[in-house]
């Protein structure tokens, strides 16, 4: 698992990230820091934290790759960089609750993208409508901005495989103005789009981009308007 120490290679990752060339949003590698710490969910979600059980079924497996979190009000959350275009998602075909011995409960579509971005000044993430909707919702967080060093885990669809948990980590914010934050959870291709999530309350602080670590922070994104809309 991550440590506390880990926020030495974050903040070099931070460097590289922010002093570099443009970031490649459009591309994600094997992404494993020290021993790999992916964790396959079993059927029941039992050999995870039992916080986290309540909405695994919430977070869905993109045919073709990346993974998406289901937030209430028809509205899912994945990685802009995983759409087609960025105002097309039409040909997404998304399969909840997918883990280890157990069949998808359901297969949903996108009927349209509400918003979306894949760039540096706004970030990479996509709010998409989905039908029909899953029957659990992940809770999410857009009061405040994620904090340094603060704990964090994922879930995820690794290479579209059923889902698996990621573990610890710490985030490392790129700045007070930067949508971005970088953390050191462990992931592969297909992992783009899942939810960070707060360790210790569960809900969602940001979607993760790349295999960097860099993610976007869900306060960023215009999250709150597609939730008191009437579809």
């Not at 340094?148 to 948990?165: C, I, K, N, Q, Y």
Request: charged share 20%; glycine share 10%; hydrophobic share 35%.
């Amino acid at each position: 698992m991550k440590t506390p120490s880990r926020l030495l290679l974050v903040a070099c990752t931070l460097a590289l990230v922010a002093c570099g060339p443009h970031r490649q949003l459009r591309t994600h590698e094997l992404d494993i820091h020290g021993t790999n710490d992916l964790v396959p969910v079993s059927a029941d979600g039992g050999n995870v934290p039992q916080a986290y059980r309540a909405f695994l079924d919430g977070i869905g497996n993109i045919e073709g790759g990346c993974t998406v979190s289901y937030v209430g009000n028809g509205v899912a959350v994945t990685a802009g960089h995983c759409l087609p275009s960025l105002g097309d998602c039409t040909a997404f075909r998304i399969s909840w609750g997918d883990r280890v011995g157990r069949p998808p409960y359901l297969k949903s579509r996108c009927d349209r993208v509400l918003a979306a971005s894949d760039d540096d000044k706004h970030g990479d993430y996509a709010l998409i409508l989905v039908d029909p909707v899953p029957r659990v919702a992940l809770p999410f967080d857009l009061s405040q901005p994620p904090t340094t060093g603060e704990r964090v885990t994922l879930f995820s669809h690794p290479d579209e495989r059923p889902l698996a948990w990621s573990q610890y980590s710490r985030l490392a914010p790129l700045g007070p103005n930067s949508p971005f934050v970088v953390h050191q959870c462990d992931t592969l291709g297909g992992s783009s789009g899942g939810a960070i999530l707060d360790a210790a309350t569960g809900r969602i602080v940001a979607v993760h981009d790349r295999s960097d670590g860099t993610a976007t922070r869900l306060d960023q994104t215009p999250l709150a308007t597609y939730l008191s809309t009437t579809y």
